[in-house]
């Protein structure tokens, strides 16, 4: 037997910000590590809306999890999607890309699968109101929201024109927010020279929540200015509003009162809720472990589902005393736990409970306007930008795309140029994969076997705030 045979397993599914963290705590560990995720990269998903805005280009938001990894010799990265475990045992089971199945034996489980969209029930919505959750997403989003403009310039309908400079967002979270701000901000500003037959700046933005304000968690004051803040940018906001139906042309939605309002829309995307992934409940079957709403696993306060101390559980997947659905949350989690896995592997195992130090939350309103809110303290404006963009820098995971973030965000944030506009449509001479879901009636002709551009996701909200 050599060496690397006796040491320990540790098998880690998700290469987000939790599983990161954690495979980077045991890098000097005498274990062998086995970093599973369903991609090959890791995502900095705050700032997805920049990359479906045309700020930045997929590269810079997501790092190949083999590069993040390559000094470190006792890991391994597998790309397959796991798909339950034998909890008795010990092992993971997951499906390579090609569907074949694979097995991983493990001493130590870490649990960081993340959450993915949740439509509260209407899966359907998905079809019509792609979420944002992934780069997939983000792709889809961009071809959207730039198509939109073009199929609105060539539009001979002034209806038709006016559905596709309308665009309406379900959800006034940061996420709702960013985007909101991005789409007002790509019509008046990025846009505004380019069409000879539409004034991208007459394009409508829409925001409607079941709440009473944008940003509630950020406390009354941000969430106030935020408002003001989007008021001024011309998004107009649509609370107290909820959801009844969402199609190929638009929207319903219910006010406070029960009227249900019709809006056309040509673009409807959606950021309103979060669900664990399928894996999660396949590890709670597997374990016995308790779920909350959202299906996220519940644990103790050592972050191990009961009776496994052998399976952690991390990250946006956890459910440990209402903590949001943050970086911070994810990356501390994953220290943790890592912690604790290379302390017993020593032979002491420590019995200090996770403890979650709040760092803060940010939302990006538009270009020199963000809100920050740090402990007592709150920025809001210019002065909330200058902190949001430092917050950012600071946490770009790997150099070469800090760099490159800043080198994108400079024409952006000082000339509105907007360089990473570019989406594939497959058939250009009719357009059709811009909008590859609509039927004949609204696309022009029937795409033989079509099918949604967008992932159809599998309740929860949105992370409540957003740890800077
Ligand atoms: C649009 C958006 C904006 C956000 N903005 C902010 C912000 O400004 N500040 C902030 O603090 N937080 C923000 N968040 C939340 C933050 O991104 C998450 O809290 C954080 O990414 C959670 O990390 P994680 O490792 O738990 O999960 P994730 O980062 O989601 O990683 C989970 C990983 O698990 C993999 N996976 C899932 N299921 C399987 C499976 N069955 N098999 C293999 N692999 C699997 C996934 O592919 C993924 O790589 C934002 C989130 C979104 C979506």
Known sequence: ???????????????GFAGLFAARMLRRAPVRVTLIDRRPH??????????????LSEGKIAVPLRDLLRKQKNTDFVLAEVTGID?????????????????????YLIVAAGVQQSYFGHDEYATWAPGMKTIEDALVIRRRVFGAFELADTAADPAERSRWLTFALVGAGPTGVELAGQIREVATKTLRDEYRHIKPEDAR???????DAPLTP??????????RTLDKLGVEQHMHSIVTDINATGLSVRAQDGTVTRHEAGTV?????VAAPPVAAAIAAATGAKQDRAGRIMVGDDCTIPDHPEIFVTGDVMSLNKLPGVCEVAMQTGIYVGERIKHDVAGDMPTKPFRYHDLGSAAYLSRGNAVVSVGRLQFAGFLGWVVWLVIHIGFLTGFRNRLGAVVSWWPAFIRDVRRERTYTTEQVGLVRSTYDV?????????????????????????????TG
């Open 218 to 227: 950020f406390g009354p004051d941000l969430s106030a200015k935020a408002a």
């Open 42 to 55: 890791h995502l900095f998903q705050p700032l997805l809306y920049q990359c479906s805005t045309g700020i």
């Open 1 to 15: 037997m050599n060496d690397q045979d006796s040491q320990r397993r540790v098998v880690i599914i998700g290469g």
């Open 438 to 466: 609509l039927p004949p009636s609204i696309a022009g002709t029937a795409l033989p076997g079509s099918t949604s551009g967008t992932e159809l996701h599998s309740a929860g909200t949105e992370p409540s705030g957003r």
């Open 87 to 107: 909890a008795d045992g010990r092992r993971v089971l997951a499906t390579r890309p090609l569907g074949d199945q694979m097995e991983f034996g493990y001493d």
């Open 205 to 211: 933005v829409l925001l409607f929540d079941g709440g």
């Open 269 to 273: 995307l959606w950021t309103a809720g």
